[in-house]
C-alpha cells in the first residue's frame, strides 16, 4: 500500500469519529454538520475516481435542504447532472465508513473494480491521478447539477456559470411570457419564502434578467432567522400552514423553497382565512395539463407521463388519470426513482408531493419541437405551440427539481393561460391529509414493498394498518423509514380532515408498538 501514503497521511487529518456509521441514501449523506468533515474528504476522492471513470466533470455539493440548520448534506452529481448511480453510492458507503487503517483497501478497491480493468492504468500511475476543480462557491443543489451537465456537454446544455444559468432560464421565461396578455403589477406578483437559505440570495441575484416580468417580494432571505425554522417548502407541506411570521394578504400567490432550493411548494389563504396548499401534485398536474394543450395544438405524437410516489393525493392520480388521461406512473420516494422512471417517456412530468420535481424532454422529442417550430409550412396555431414549447423546455431545469426554474414555469404557466392560483387549485380537491412521524430504536426493522405502499416488515404491521385504513372512507395509509432522519414517517388521508388526522395518529401507535417505539407513545392529534 506505499502508493497510498499520501492519501493516508492525508486522511488522518480528517478522522472518522469512532463507530460512526452513514449511509448514502436518496440525499447523500445527511447528519449533524460536525459528523461530515470526513465524508468531505473521502467523498472528494471518490469524486475524482468517478470523474476518472467517466473522464467527464462530477459535482460534489455540500447542501442544507429542508433539514435543520445542523444538519448539511454531502452528495456527489454524476456526469449528466443527475444523481450519482447506484453502485457507486454503495462505494460511497463504504469508503465513508472504512476505519482509517481499512481506508486504503477501500479505496484500491474501487480502482480496481472500476478503473484499472476498464482501462488498464498501471499501479504505478495510481498516485498521479490529478484532480481540475473548479469552485462554484454559494449555489443552489440545482444550479450545481445544471453546472455538472453544462460542462459535459461544453456548453451545449447550456453556459457554466451562475449566469449562464440565470440568462437560459430568464430568457426563455420571458419568450414564454410574450404570449400572456397584459399583466397587471399585482397579477405578476408574488411573495417568495426563501427558507433563509440559498435560494434567496439567488432569486435576488437573478431577478433583474426577468426584466420585470415577474414582482418578487422575499421574505425568509436569511438576513434573520434559521434555515428551515419555521418557514420552507417542508415546514409549510407537512405542517400544512404559511410560514411564521410572514403577512399574507389573502388571495395573494405563494411560494415556499427549502433549504437548498430543490423543491417548491404554493399556497394562498381565502378571504375566511383558510390556507391552501398547492404541492407537488397540484404542480405536475398543472404543468401536464399545460403541456398536453400545446402538444394537441401543435398536432405533435409524443406521450406524456406524470411520474408521483405513494406520497401523492390521491385526488391527484384521478384526476390525471382520469380527466387529463395522462400515464400516472408511481415509485419509490426519492428524485432518482421517478428520474429515472420519467426517462421512458416521450416528456416525463415528475413530482414528489413535497415539491420536489421537474420535467425531462427526450432528445427525440426535442427535436420533433424544434422542426415544427422552424418549419416555415406549418400553419400559425402549430408554429405558436411549437415556440411555447421550445421556451417550456428552455425554461425547465432538467438535471434535477429546482424550485427556481420549476417557478418560473408555473409563473409562465399561469401568465399564458391567464390563470389565477385559485383556479389553479380549483382543478381538483385535494383528500384531506396528514403526515407523521414516528420515532424507533431501528428504523431498517420497516421494509416496504409495491412502491413503498404496503409494508413487508415487522410483521402483522401491514396487517394493522389494512384493519385501521378499513374504518375511514375514501382513507389510504402507509409507513417508511426516512431517508433523511431517523425516523419512520406515517402518511394518511380520508374523507375529512378529522378521519385522516385520526388515522394517522392510530398507524403512528401501530408503528410504535410493533416497530420498537421510543419515548412516549404517539398522542392524539
Ligand atoms: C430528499 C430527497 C427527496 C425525498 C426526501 C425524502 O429531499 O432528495 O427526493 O423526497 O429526501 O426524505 P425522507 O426519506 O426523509 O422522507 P431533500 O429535499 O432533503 O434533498
Not at 76 to 98: F, I
Request: aromatic share 6%.
Amino acid at each position: 500500500m506505499a502508493e497510498f501514503q499520501e492519501v493516508l497521511k492525508q486522511s488522518a487529518l480528517h478522522p472518522k469519529p469512532a463507530g460512526l456509521c452513514l449511509q448514502y441514501g436518496t440525499a447523500g449523506f445527511r447528519t449533524n454538520a460536525k459528523q461530515l468533515d470526513h465524508i468531505m474528504f473521502r467523498m472528494g476522492m471518490l469524486a475524482t475516481l468517478r470523474s476518472k471513470k467517466t473522464q467527464a466533470t462530477i459535482g460534489v455539493m455540500v447542501t442544507a435542504s429542508h433539514n435543520p440548520e445542523e444538519d448539511n448534506g454531502v452528495k456527489l452529481v454524476d456526469p449528466m447532472g443527475e444523481m450519482l448511480t447506484p453502485a457507486w453510492e454503495d462505494y460511497a458507503t463504504q469508503l465513508a465508513n472504512a476505519e482509517q487503517d481499512d481506508l486504503a483497501r477501500a479505496v484500491k478497491e474501487v480502482i480496481q473494480k472500476e478503473i484499472l480493468l476498464n482501462q488498464r492504468i498501471v499501479e504505478s500511475k495510481l498516485e498521479t491521478f490529478t484532480l481540475m476543480y473548479l469552485y462554484y462557491g454559494l449555489v443552489t443543489t440545482p444550479q450545481l447539477h445544471y453546472m455538472v451537465w453544462c460542462q459535459n456537454t461544453k456548453g451545449k446544455y447550456g453556459e457554466a456559470t451562475v449566469e449562464g444559468y440565470y440568462r437560459k432560464h430568464c430568457q426563455a421565461y420571458v419568450q414564454l411570457t410574450k404570449n400572456a396578455s397584459n399583466r397587471t403589477d399585482d397579477q405578476k406578483h408574488l411573495c417568495v419564502d426563501g427558507a433563509n437559505g440559498i435560494g434567496a440570495l439567488k432569486v435576488r441575484e437573478m431577478e433583474h434578467h426577468l426584466q420585470k416580468g415577474l414582482q418578487i417580494s422575499l421574505f425568509n432571505d436569511g438576513s434573520k432567522g434559521k434555515l428551515n425554522h419555521q418557514c420552507g417548502a417542508d415546514f409549510v407541506k407537512v405542517q400544512q400552514k404559511p410560514p411564521a411570521d410572514i403577512e399574507i394578504n389573502p388571495g395573494e400567490r405563494c411560494c415556499s423553497f427549502d433549504g437548498d432550493a430543490d423543491r417548491i411548494v404554493y399556497y394562498y389563504t381565502d378571504s375566511d382565512g383558510r390556507f391552501h396548499l398547492l404541492d407537488g401534485d397540484k404542480i405536475a398536474t398543472l404543468i401536464s395539463t399545460f403541456l398536453k394543450e400545446l402538444l394537441t395544438q401543435a398536432g405533435l405524437d409524443l406521450n406524456i407521463a406524470v411520474v408521483q410516489t405513494a406520497y401523492a393525493n390521491g385526488s391527484s392520480t384521478l384526476y390525471l388519470e382520469n380527466t387529463m388521461k395522462v400515464i400516472v406512473k408511481c415509485t419509490k420516494t426519492g428524485v432518482k426513482h421517478l428520474h429515472h422512471e420519467a426517462q421512458k417517456f416521450d416528456i416525463g412530468v415528475y413530482f414528489e408531493a413535497n415539491g420536489h420535481g421537474t420535467v425531462l424532454f427526450s432528445q427525440a422529442a426535442v427535436e420533433k419541437i424544434q422542426q415544427l417550430a422552424e418549419d416555415a409550412n406549418s400553419d400559425d396555431t402549430k408554429k405558436r405551440a411549437a415556440l411555447l414549447l421550445q421556451s417550456t423546455v428552455n425554461v425547465i431545469n432538467q438535471t434535477v427539481g429546482d424550485a427556481i426554474s420549476d417557478m418560473l414555469l408555473i409563473e409562465a404557466i399561469l401568465a399564458v393561460r391567464g390563470m389565477t392560483v385559485q383556479q389553479w387549485d380549483a382543478m381538483y380537491t385535494d383528500l384531506p391529509n396528514r403526515q407523521l412521524k414516528v420515532k424507533v430504536s431501528d428504523r431498517r426493522v420497516i421494509d416496504t414493498t409495491d412502491a413503498e405502499r404496503r409494508a413487508v416488515s415487522p410483521a402483522g404491521l401491514q396487517d394493522a394498518i389494512d384493519s385501521l385504513v378499513k374504518k375511514y372512507r375514501q382513507a389510504r395509509s402507509f409507513v417508511r423509514p426516512s431517508g433523511t432522519e431517523d425516523v419512520v414517517r406515517v402518511y394518511a388521508e380520508a374523507e375529512t380532515q378529522e378521519s385522516a388526522d385520526a388515522l394517522a395518529h392510530e398507524v403512528s401507535l401501530a408503528v410504535y408498538r410493533l416497530a420498537g417505539g421510543v419515548g412516549d407513545e404517539p398522542k392524539p392529534l
